[in-house]
């Protein structure tokens, strides 16, 4: 019996627990069109044990954010994402001043620009994430002071943050101004990653305005080297490169690094899945990638995307073995650099000799980035005759070679591509002629007619004439 009771007690404990839960999930102020909810609930942010009040709007269809004037004052994390602002306007907030908000989500929203006075009452925000939106931040768009009032912001995300339609040189100079401007002294986490940068740019030291830096990533960008300066970022420890398109380091990246490790700190750099090139310039960066003292993550696992020679290809670079010095070799000359090259001319005494001077070329070009177009080869054939015959010299000229068969005349690729472009036009003009053939028909019938008629009256016989009858 008293089993029961309990069993009953414990019950009805749960029901009015998820009854006040579920209530309290749901106490947005009116202004929030019942589509969002507020509420208590663990943050997936910080990682933290702690419930925290949290008004969710995710996918909620706003096109405005007036309701974002009406955020409850005791909200600690703010997510309103999946929806369509282009705009955000001045005191987005209204001038609420927020004693416990620490996060700020407004990913995925389509915003295209932000008001300088936007964010107001955000001194406590430590985490704002701006991700995936279409930001213009340059020219008459910039908002230098756009961050000034997030006085303890220590991670800001702007992973694939910024419009396709500007070069990202550019907003990288208005970025180094922003972070001038807004003086983000606390910042310890930027996040960079998917934003199409091919280089920093001039702006070496964009990030030297981040004096408390500690992670920067730039994953999933199209970087083609380490061209930035961390010299002044004495609290950086971690920068991610992975999924880039880096070949090698250059020789100022790698002293870079080193100078930084050496006089600064130690830093970690991750560079999984890049194009790392093995051939005969990397010898450098792979020997230094051995002797480093700076923290390359797993770069013993990088494996070569392409190289010189094949053979490489697929191997990490710490079982690939390269050429000492780059360059071919012309007898006892070793050539590493040509500034422009032409036509060759190359004299044998048989086509099958020409043929194999040829492939050796072929091959001595490849590490200068060189190729020879069989294509394009011609074989011009000398015949010496006798000259107490009085007869001079005769030359003929060969068609274009064919590498392998050396066969002359039009390649198959040619021919190929000829046939398929006349069975293609043909198709084209009979597509044409059938959707419009009864345009095409009311065209021509008429000539078609007057011919006929023309004909069955000239191929008449006199005999077969009608004669003349007065009346």
């Known amino acids: 019996m008293f089993a029961r009771v309990w069993l009953v007690a414990v019950l009805w404990c749960c029901i009015l627990w998820k009854g006040y839960h579920v209530g309290a999930a749901n106490t947005c102020p009116p202004a929030f069109l019942n589509r969002c909810n507020c509420g208590m609930e663990y943050s997936v942010y910080d990682g933290s044990t702690d419930m925290k ?18 955020l409850p004052s005791r909200t600690e994390v703010l997510i ?13 907030f209204n001038k609420t001043v927020f004693n416990q908000l620490e996060t700020i989500d407004m990913s995925n929203n389509h915003i295209r620009f932000i008001q300088g006075k936007t964010f107001h009452g955000v001194s406590t925000v430590k985490t704002l994430i701006l991700n995936h939106n279409d930001l213009e931040i340059t020219d008459k768009k910039e908002r230098p002071r756009l961050f000034s009032n997030f006085d303890q912001l220590m991670h800001l995300h702007l992973t694939n943050a910024f419009s396709e339609k500007i070069n990202s040189t550019d907003y990288l100079l208005s970025l180094e101004d922003i972070f001038y401007e807004s003086r983000l002294d606390f910042l310890r986490t930027l996040h960079l990653e998917q934003n199409e940068i091919w280089t920093i740019g001039n702006n070496t030291r964009v990030f ?33 490169l992975e999924r880039n398109m880096i070949t090698r380091l250059s020789g100022d990246a790698m002293r870079r690094l080193e100078d930084f ?19 005969c310039r990397s010898k450098h960066f792979i020997e230094w990638l051995n002797t480093t003292h700076v923290d390359i993550d797993g770069w013993k696992d990088y494996k070569c995307v392409d190289g010189y020679p094949s053979s490489n290809i697929d191997k990490t670079l710490k079982e690939v073995v390269v050429q000492s010095d780059c360059g071919a070799s012309v007898g006892n000359t ?9 036509d060759a001319v190359i004299f044998a005494e048989s086509l ?32 010496l005759r006798c000259p107490s015959y009085g007869k001079s010299d005769s030359v003929g000229t060969m068609g274009p070679m064919s590498h392998g068969n050396h066969s002359h005349g039009y390649s198959s690729a040619t021919i190929g591509a000829l046939s398929f472009l006349l069975v ?3 198709s084209m003009l009979l597509a044409v002629a059938y959707f419009h053939k009864q345009k095409l028909k ?30």
């Open 208 to 240: 030297c305005q981040l004096p408390k830096l500690e992670q920067l990533l730039l994953t999933d960008n199209r970087l083609r080297d380490f061209d930035f300066g961390i010299d002044c970022l004495h609290s950086l420890r971690y920068i991610n």
């Open 80 to 92: 309103f994402t999946g929806n369509r602002i282009p705009t955000l306007p001045i005191n987005v």
């Open 261 to 279: 490790t050496r006089t600064t700190s130690p830093v970690k750099i991750r560079m999984h899945q890049n194009i790392f090139v093995c051939d």
């Open 53 to 70: 009040y949290t008004v969710d709007c995710t996918n909620a269809g706003f096109q405005t954010v007036t309701m974002l004037q009406s």
């Open 442 to 471: 009311s065209i021509f019938v008429p000539y078609w007619d007057f011919i006929t008629r023309k004909i069955g009256y000239t191929g008449l016989s006199h005999d077969e004439a009608p004669q003349e009858v007065n009346v």
């Open 424 to 426: 293609f036009t043909s």
């Open 352 to 383: 099958e000799v020409l043929v194999m001077a040829l492939e050796a070329l072929h091959e001595e070009a490849k590490p200068l980035g060189l190729e020879v177009s069989w294509l394009k080869t011609k074989v011009q054939v000398r015949e």
């Open 334 to 342: 070793k050539i590493t650099d040509l500034v422009f090259a032409d």
